[in-house]
């Protein structure tokens, strides 16, 4: 079946521009989640989505970041005023239900660079 | 808080022999431990998990992974490796309670050489 999907894979925009990254889970997945993969890092945690509603952003940066999921599906990572520090790769990960022993399927993410 | 510690950068084997990359962890309550493989350009593809009782636990692409409770270790084992297992690793915890997002480790690159 169809796996994560995210677009764009690649995204340049300039400094202070905004962007949106868009986010297809896994059809019947009811957890979303948004990481950030920085340069020889690991990924770190965003946000989390149950459902509609963000259960858990204490992941996100700063309030220039924002996230949203108004049907429970697609879901869509919004960044403002863009800063260099922000390039990085941008993963989405669905899982069947938001249990710990879920696993997470990662979607191929979206390279983000920002001049 | 949670943690993950993923002590080698690179592993380095040659092909056929067994390898070993190592994960120790910190976490709240029951951990919950898995492994994910990255290739170049690609997403992360899930591998293997531990949940609850036996300690050693197998995977796809004929990869294992010991869980010690004692030594709050994962790691991840193979018994004879393959050129195209060369990617990066990484191990990943959540607890039973608190953050539903998983804690990365930094990664592991794995090298086979022919």
């Known amino acids: 079946g169809a796996g994560v999907s995210q677009t764009p894979s690649n995204k340049v925009t300039e400094k202070g521009k905004y962007v949106e990254l868009r986010c297809d889970p896994i059809?019947?997945?009811?957890?979303l989640y948004w990481y950030r993969q920085s340069l020889g890092q690991g990924p770190e945690f965003l946000i989390y989505f149950q459902g509609t509603g963000a259960a858990d952003d204490s992941g996100l940066p700063n309030d220039r970041f924002f996230a949203v999921r108004p049907e429970g599906s697609v879901s869509t990572l919004k960044i403002q005023r863009t800063e260099r520090g922000d390039s990085a790769v941008y993963l989405c990960?669905?899982?069947?239900?938001?249990?710990?022993?879920?696993?997470?399927?990662f979607g191929p993410g979206t390279r983000l660079t920002v001049t | 808080a949670q943690s993950v510690a993923q002590p080698e950068d690179q592993v380095n084997v040659a092909e056929g022999n067994p390898l070993t990359v190592k994960c120790t962890y910190s976490v709240s309550g029951n951990p919950y431990l898995f492994w994910y493989v990255q290739y170049p350009n690609r997403g992360l593809q899930f591998l293997l998990k531990y949940i609850t009782g036996d300690n050693l636990v197998k995977g796809s692409y004929g990869f294992e992974a010991e869980f010690n409770k004692s030594q709050t270790s994962f790691h991840l084992k193979k018994p004879s490796a393959l050129v195209s297992d060369s990617a990066l690793y990484f191990c990943a915890v959540r607890g039973d309670t608190g953050r539903r997002a998983l804690t990365f480790g930094s990664g592991t690159r794995l090298q086979v050489q022919p």
């Open positions: 059809s019947g997945h009811t957890a």
């Open positions: 990960a669905s899982s069947l239900s938001p249990g710990p022993s879920y696993e997470q399927y």
